[in-house]
C-alpha cells in the first residue's frame, strides 16, 4: 500500500468517524478558534494542560474531510505529550507539508505521516495544518481566533 492509498483511506476514515470531536472536557483549560477562509473550515479546540503535558483534546466545529481529518489525527497524536513536545510534533508535520525537498517522515511523527499525501494537493495544506494552528493558539492562550490567512509563519 502506497502513501496515497493510505492517506485516502485514512482522510476517509477519521472523517466518517472523526475521534475526539464533540464538547469541551469537563476539566479542559485552554482553547482556541480556527478558520481557514479560502476552503470554509471552521474548528475548536480544546485542551486539558496539566503539568505541562496534554491530558485531554477535542474539537469541534465543521470542515472539509482533510481539515476534520487532521484534526482528529492531531487529537489521537497530542494526547499524552508534553507541551513541548507538541509544538516540535507540529514543526516537524509544517514542514513535512510546506518544504519542497521534505522527506516523507522527517524526524518520527508517527501516524501523521500520511498526511504528506496532502502534498499533491497544495490548497490543502492550509486545511491539514488549520487545527494545528489552532492548537498553538490554545496552548499560547490566544484569545484571537486564528485564521490560516494572517496566522501561516
Ligand atoms: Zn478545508
Known sequence: ???R???EE???DHNRN???FGAR???ANASADGHNPLCGDQVRVHLSVKDGVITAATFEGEGCAISTASASLMTEAVV???VEDAHALFARLHEMLTASDAPDANGDIGK???LAGVREFPMRVKCAT???HTLEAALHGDETPVSTEVAEP
Open 112 to 114: 501523521l505521516w500520511v
Open 5 to 7: 492509498d493510505l492517506y
Open 1 to 3: 500500500m502506497d502513501v
Open 80 to 82: 499524552g505529550r508534553s
Open 130 to 132: 488549520l487545527p494545528w
Open 10 to 12: 485514512v482522510i476517509l
Open 25 to 27: 472536557p469537563q476539566d
Open 18 to 20: 472523526p475521534r475526539n
